[in-house]
């Protein structure tokens, strides 16, 4: 059965701690008072993940029958996904970029020593370089087109300068309209590693015992739900 249990947005700053944004979860096929238990273990397991990967990175780490499906960008803001073996890689990873990619925007502002000043809104991934070198053609233009003594009597949107919508639409794909760009990204082009259980990626002489037990995250009901199901190899297969 393809079956997506858990989402997360997360952030991980410089000194590699990892904060929890966002969450939602589909625990339906829990047992009910398991719910409670699974929900704080996959918080859990999302975050031990994240902190123990790294930036810039991709990777699905395989537990039993679940997948643990992470993406960490270089700027710290993270994605994680729990879902059952079925669920397809390609697909998880689209929906976290997805996400991610929604979270915030950038604006990028050019104020040049005129006053002329030029704005452009994009997503995050949308390159920097690409986006000022945008503005910078849009203003020399527009300088060149419109008169600067008609700019300060200008009325709100209402320049004569046409050539916005068609810049709008060229650059929506900066690999096609920057050729430095679409060299970039072939360089930068991560793989997906895939692990086979979430202990490879623990550092050396970490047990996942001792982390669920040192765990703020976790309360008592949930460490000792996750000591009975180790023994009984129920549930908790997911860690």
């Known amino acids: 059965m393809v079956k997506l249990y858990y989402m997360s947005v997360l952030f991980k700053n410089e000194n590699n701690r990892v904060v929890n944004l966002k969450s ?3 625990l339906s096929s829990f047992g ?11 918080k859990f397991t ?5 902190e123990r990967s790294e930036k810039a990175s991709r990777s699905s780490i395989k537990q039993q029958e679940y997948l643990c499906h992470i993406y960490i960008r270089s700027d710290g803001l993270s ?21 991610l990619d929604e979270f915030y925007y ?4 050019y104020i040049r020593s ?11 991934e949308y390159p920097h370089r690409v986006a000022h070198t945008l503005i910078s053609r849009v203003l020399d233009e527009f300088s060149e087109t419109v008169p600067s003594h008609s700019w300060p009597t200008t009325l709100d949107n209402s320049s004569p300068y046409s050539a916005l919508d068609s810049y709008l639409a060229k650059y929506q794909n900066p690999k096609e309209a920057d050729a430095m760009t679409k060299i970039q990204e072939d360089l930068d082009e991560t793989k997906i590693i895939l692990h086979n259980t979430i202990t490879s990626i623990l550092q050396r002489g970490e047990k996942l015992d001792t982390l669920v037990a040192k765990s703020e ?4 009901q949930s460490k000792v739900f996750y000591k009975t ?11």
Request: hydrophobic residues 35%; charged residues 20%; aromatic residues 6%.
């Open 24 to 26: 939602a979860s589909d």
């Open 32 to 42: 009910f008072f398991q719910r409670n238990s699974v929900h704080e273990f996959m």
């Open 46 to 50: 999302t975050k031990v993940c994240v």
């Open 79 to 99: 994605g994680v996904i729990i879902s059952d073996h079925e669920y397809p890689h390609r697909v998880a990873h689209t929906l976290i970029s997805r996400v």
């Open 106 to 109: 950038l604006c990028h502002i």
């Open 114 to 124: 005129d006053g002329l000043s030029g704005v452009i809104i994009s997503d995050h």
């Open 217 to 220: 995250d976790l309360s008592s």
């Open 229 to 239: 199901a180790r023994k009984t190899n129920q549930c908790c297969q997911l860690l």
